[in-house]
Nanobody, 115 residues
């Protein structure tokens, strides 16, 4: 079972920025896809951004132009840079990896954006 350690969440005012980081217990080059999901209270978990082994990225429409997902092979981390944060971005953010049919989740990190 892959262990995923997330960091970087917190409280920020609307318009501010945060950077989330995810460090897996295995080499990130072994994963087909690494992604960030989020879940707000009373809502379903949704995909925020994903990046595959070739560096191709995918974003939810609600975060396009504001969030950037990236992977650092040397540091063995995947990050989510979040700019121009809005109160509706408030959620628990989860790191996610896929390798073959195996899917792993981190424990989640809280992001709260105040208006």
């Amino acid at each position: 079972q892959v262990q995923l350690v997330e960091s970087g969440g917190g409280l920020v005012q609307a318009g501010g920025s945060l950077r989330l980081s995810c460090a897996p217990s295995e080499n990130i080059l072994s994963f087909n896809v690494m992604a960030w999901y989020r879940q707000a209270p009373g809502k379903q978990r949704e995909l925020v951004a994903a990046i595959n082994g070739r560096g191709t990225t995918t974003y939810a429409d609600s975060v396009k132009g504001r969030f950037t997902i990236s992977r650092d092979n040397a540091e063995n981390t995947v990050s989510l840079r979040m700019n121009i944060l809005k109160p509706e971005d408030t959620a628990v953010y989860y790191c996610n990896t896929r390798k073959g049919i195996t899917v792993s989740w981190g424990q989640g990190t809280q992001v709260t954006v105040s208006s």
